[in-house]
């Protein structure tokens, strides 16, 4: 198994990034897949979730109305677009399957 992060860096407040999470060694539509992250100091959080087919998604409340979790079971991917960024979102971003956990990828939102 195999969970590859991309598309962190810096963004300034208000501004948008999308990472990317490219899986492989597994049947990936048969997993629920997650986006977590931690900060600096902090706890490693949930982010998102999404079912297998995408039908059951759920999002912390701090980041609901703002980040959109999605997959593509052909490009065996699962996406965090992440709109109207904010300091307090900086942080590692993971990509995990039950059991895996990817290298993450750093988002810094800083002017």
């Known amino acids: 198994v195999l969970l590859v992060e991309s598309g962190g860096g810096l963004v300034q407040p208000g501004g948008s990034l999308r990472l990317s999470c490219a899986a492989s060694?597994?049947?990936?539509?048969?997993?629920?897949m997650r986006w977590y992250r931690q900060a600096p100091g902090k706890d490693r959080e949930l982010v998102a979730s999404i079912s297998r087919y995408g039908d059951i998604i759920n999002y912390a409340d701090s980041v609901k109305g703002r980040f959109t979790i999605s997959r593509d079971n052909v490009k065996n991917t699962v996406n965090l677009q992440m709109n109207s960024l904010k300091p307090e979102d900086t942080a590692v971003y993971y990509c995990?399957?039950?059991?895996?956990w990817g290298k993450g990828t750093l988002v810094t939102v800083s002017s």
């Open positions: 995990q399957r039950i059991g895996y």
């Open positions: 060694g597994f049947t990936f539509s048969s997993y629920f």
